[in-house]
T-cell receptor, first 115, second 113 residues
Framework: GAGVSQTPSNKVTEKGKYVELRCDPISGHTALYWYRQSLGQGPEFLIYFQGTGAADDSGLPNDRFFAVRPEGSVSTLKIQRTERGDSAVYLCASSTPGPGVNEQFFGPGTRLTVL | GNSVTQMEGPVTLSEEAFLTINCTYT??????LFWYVQYPGEGLQLLLK?????DKGSNKGFEATYRKETTSFHLEKGSVQVSDSAVYFCALSSYNQGGKLIFGQGTELSVKP
C-alpha cells in the first residue's frame, strides 16, 4: 500500500514569507508526528497528533510554527515569517493506535530552504 | 529530559569487517529503543527495536541488545556489506510521552569493497 507522502519535496522561499508543508499519512494511522532534521543532525520532535487534536506540541520552537489536522488524516505544518534558521528537512511520520509504542513510518521529507 | 548519545562518525570499514556503533541513553521509566537507517536518497526506516530490558532486536544481520544496567543499545553486525552504507540513528520512545521519538545525532557508515 501507499506509504507516507509529503509535498512539496523541496521548497525555496525568502526570509519573512509564509510556507505550508503537507503530510498524507498511511490510511488508518491515527497517530501523526512532525520532526525537523537539520544538516548532520538527528530528527527533532515538533508535534504529535492523535486523531484531530495536537496531543503534544512541546517541540514547536516558537509561535511562528503551527500545525493542523482538521479531519484526522492529512496534516499541514505552517511556518510564518520564515527565518534562515528554519532551513531544514521536515519529516512526517504516522503510526497505528494501540497499546505500547508502535513503529513510526516516515515520509521522504520536505527540504525547506529559506534564503 | 530524555536523550540519546551515539558515537560520532563517519565510520569507514572494509567489506566483511565487524561493525559496532555505540548508543547510550538517558530516560525516566522504561523506554523502547530503536535503530533507524537512512540509505542515500531514501527516507528513514526502522531497522530494529527492543521494548524491554535484555531484549535483543535483530534484522538484516544487525543486532542490538537493550542493556538497562549500562543504559546502552549498541548496534552490531558481524560482516558488513557495501550495501550497508547509510546513516544510522539510535532513538528512544516512551509510551507515557505519546510515543514521540528522541533521536541521537546519527552515525554515517561507509563500507568500501
Amino acid at each position: 500500500g501507499a506509504g507516507v507522502s509529503q509535498t512539496p519535496s523541496n521548497k525555496v522561499t525568502e526570509k519573512g514569507k509564509y510556507v505550508e508543508l503537507r503530510c498524507d499519512p498511511i490510511s488508518g494511522h491515527t497517530a501523526l508526528y512532525w520532526y525537523r532534521q537539520s544538516l548532520g543532525q538527528g530528527p527533532e520532535f515538533l508535534i504529535y497528533f492523535q486523531g484531530t487534536g495536537a496531543a503534544d506540541d512541546s517541540g514547536l520552537p516558537n509561535d511562528r510554527f503551527f500545525a493542523v489536522r482538521p479531519e484526522g488524516s492529512v496534516s499541514t505544518l505552517k511556518i510564518q515569517r520564515t527565518e534562515r534558521g528554519d532551513s531544514a528537512v521536515y519529516l512526517c511520520a504516522s503510526s497505528t493506535p494501540g497499546p505500547g509504542v508502535n513503529e513510526q513510518f516516515f515520509g521522504p521529507g520536505t527540504r525547506l530552504t529559506v534564503l | 529530559g530524555n536523550s540519546v548519545t551515539q558515537m560520532e562518525g563517519p565510520v569507514t570499514l572494509s567489506e566483511e569487517a565487524f561493525l559496532t556503533i555505540n548508543c547510550t541513553y538517558t530516560a525516566t521509566g522504561y523506554p523502547s529503543l530503536f535503530w533507524y537507517v537512512q540509505y542515500p536518497g531514501e527516507g528513514l526506516q526502522l531497522l530494529l527495536k527492543a521494548t524491554k530490558a535484555d531484549d535483543k532486536g535483530s534484522n538484516k544481520g544487525f543486532e542490538a541488545t537493550y542493556r538497562k544496567e549500562t543504559t546502552s543499545f549498541h548496534l552490531e553486525k558481524g560482516s558488513v556489506q557495501v550495501s550497508d552504507s547509510a546513516v544510522y540513528f539510535c532513538a528512544l520512545s516512551s509510551y507515557n510521552q505519546g510515543g514521540k521519538l528522541i533521536f541521537g545525532q546519527g552515525t554515517e557508515l561507509s563500507v568500501k569493497p
